[in-house]
C-alpha cells in the first residue's frame, strides 16, 4: 500500500536559519503530494502541494519539489520565524483513492529568537 | 467563508459507551473524510463520504461507522469505546473528488475515554 516515510522531530532551529524536512513516499500509483501544517491546538492547515513530476509547490516562503526519481518531496525555507514553529505532515493522494491522504508521522520545528 | 466546524470540541466518556461526532463541512462541498490522529498512530484515514455514499474506507474496526445527510453534513459514531479510542478527531471537506483536490480541515474533536 502507500506509505509516506518523514524525517523525525523534533527539529530546533534559530531565527533566519535554513529549514528542510525530508519527505519520501510509495505509491502503487501516480500520486499528488501535500505538506500539511497543524499549529498548536488547531487543525491542518494546506501549505503547498504538487500533482505531477517535477511540479514545485510554494507558500509563504516554503517550497518542495516533486522529485518522481527519487520518491521524494522535501520542503525547504531559506529563513524561519518564530511563527513557523509548528508540525509539518508529508502526505500523499492516490487517483484511485479518492480524497484519502496517508500522511508521514509529521515533523515537529521549533525556532527560537 | 465558513470553514469546517466540528463539534463537540471536546468529549469525555466512558469505557463501553458511545459516542457521536458532527462535522459540517463548507458551504458546496460534497466530500468529506475523517481521520484519526494519535501521538502513537499519527494521522489515519477512517472514512470518506462523497454526496451520501462511502467512497473509501480505512482499517478500522466496524466499531467506528460514519455517515453524511443530504445538506452534506457528516457524522462519525464509535460504539463500545475503548481506552485506545482516545484521540484528536479530525474531519476534511473537500469541493470535489479528484487528483490534487484540497482538503480542508476542521479543528477536532479530542475524545477521551477513561
Known amino acids: 500500500g502507500d506509505s509516506v516515510t518523514q524525517m523525525e522531530g523534533p527539529v530546533t532551529l534559530s531565527e533566519e536559519a535554513f529549514l528542510t524536512i525530508n519527505c519520501t513516499y510509495t505509491a502503487t500509483g501516480y500520486p499528488s503530494l501535500f505538506w500539511y501544517v497543524q499549529y498548536p491546538g488547531e487543525g491542518l492547515q494546506l501549505l503547498l502541494k504538487?500533482?505531477?513530476?517535477?511540479d514545485k509547490g510554494s507558500n509563504k516562503g516554503f517550497e518542495a519539489t516533486y522529485r518522481k526519481e527519487t520518491t521524494s518531496f522535501h520542503l525547504e525555507k531559506g529563513s524561519v520565524q518564530v511563527s513557523d514553529s509548528a508540525v509539518y505532515f508529508c502526505a500523499l493522494s492516490d487517483r484511485a483513492a479518492g480524497n484519502k491522504l496517508t500522511f508521514g508521522g509529521g515533523t515537529r520545528v521549533l525556532v527560537k529568537p | 467563508k465558513a470553514g469546517v466546524t466540528q463539534t463537540p470540541r471536546y468529549l469525555i466518556k466512558t469505557r463501553g459507551q458511545q459516542v457521536t461526532l458532527s462535522c459540517s463541512p463548507i458551504?458546496?462541498?460534497?466530500?468529506v473524510s475523517w481521520y484519526q490522529q494519535t501521538p502513537g498512530q499519527g494521522l489515519q484515514f477512517l472514512f470518506e463520504?462523497?454526496?451520501?455514499?462511502?467512497?473509501n474506507k480505512g482499517n478500522f474496526p466496524g466499531r467506528f461507522s460514519g455517515r453524511q445527510f443530504s445538506n452534506s453534513r457528516s457524522e462519525m459514531n464509535v460504539s463500545t469505546l475503548e481506552l485506545g479510542d482516545s484521540a484528536l478527531y479530525l474531519c476534511a471537506s473537500s469541493l470535489e473528488q479528484g487528483q490534487g483536490t484540497e482538503a480542508f480541515f476542521g479543528q477536532g474533536t479530542r475524545l477521551t475515554v477513561v
Open positions: 458551504s458546496g462541498h460534497r466530500s
Open positions: 463520504y462523497f454526496s451520501e455514499t462511502q467512497r
Open positions: 504538487a500533482t505531477k513530476a517535477d
